[in-house]
């Protein structure tokens, strides 16, 4: 069975601090993996995804980057948070072989920028 | 790009009581269709995928109907209950392009014992 990963569970940082955000995916190979951000009270808006290592295709950039340095593994970073940033990032994957896919979300990584 | 409108952004209905959701669209392509369940604080859980040829799509304690004429999906809860409190968010995705799921606004449901 396939199993999403995502960490740390909360972060509560300073604005202009650097941020990285991670997320792995057990039980299978070459997934496509989606980073997306919820506003508090707010809906879900899809920032990055990826279909490959060492691809990856921003949405919306919110000045924020993501990398896939493995297949496994998707990272959300920034150098310089704002206060803007704060909110709920959900990391998900999919099969990775059609499209119209199912996504499963992970549980989450919440932030608070002050 | 498609613009989807959900419907209501709260509500409250009593335990054994019905509540229906709404999510309009208006891109007349083909689409699957997908309803999230979110509890407070946590992720997302996925209630239903439904394609654009399925009108009524049953599930446990819910169905899903999608109105094609009117371009309207729809969740109805039949008898609710207080677990089924939660944030209820629609999902739309275009056949044939990059599986970018795009959300509606959400539906926080309160249920009353």
């Known amino acids: 069975a396939q199993t999403i990963h995502q960490w740390p569970v909360a972060e509560i940082k300073a604005v202009g601090s650097p941020l990285s955000l991670g997320c792995t995916i057990k039980?299978?190979?070459?997934?496509?993996l989606y980073w997306y951000w919820q506003a508090t009270g707010g809906t879900l808006q899809q920032l990055f995804y990826s279909i490959t290592v060492g691809q990856v295709e921003s949405v919306v950039q919110l000045n924020l980057s993501a990398s896939r340095p493995k297949d496994d593994q998707f990272i959300l970073s920034t150098e310089k948070l704002l206060l803007s940033h704060s909110g709920f990032y959900l990391c998900a994957w999919s099969l990775g072989t059609s499209s119209a896919e199912t996504l499963y979300f992970g549980s989450g990584t919440r932030l608070t920028v002050l | 790009g498609e613009q989807v409108e959900q419907r209501p952004p709260h509500l409250s209905v009593r335990e054994g009581d019905s509540a229906v959701i709404t999510c309009t669209y208006t891109?007349?392509?083909?689409?699957?269709f997908f309803w999230y369940k979110q509890e407070p604080g946590a992720s997302l859980q996925l209630l239903m995928k439904?394609?654009?040829?399925?009108e009524i799509n049953e599930g446990q304690g819910f169905t899903v109907l999608l109105n094609k004429k009117d371009k309207r999906l729809s969740l109805n809860l039949t008898a609710a209950h207080p677990g089924d409190s939660a944030a209820y968010f629609c999902g739309f995705m275009a056949t044939g392009g990059n599986n970018k799921l795009t959300f509606g606004q959400g539906t926080v449901l309160s249920v009353i014992p």
């Open positions: 891109d007349p392509n083909s689409y699957y």
């Open positions: 039980g299978k190979s070459s997934p496509n």
């Open positions: 439904v394609f654009s040829s399925t």
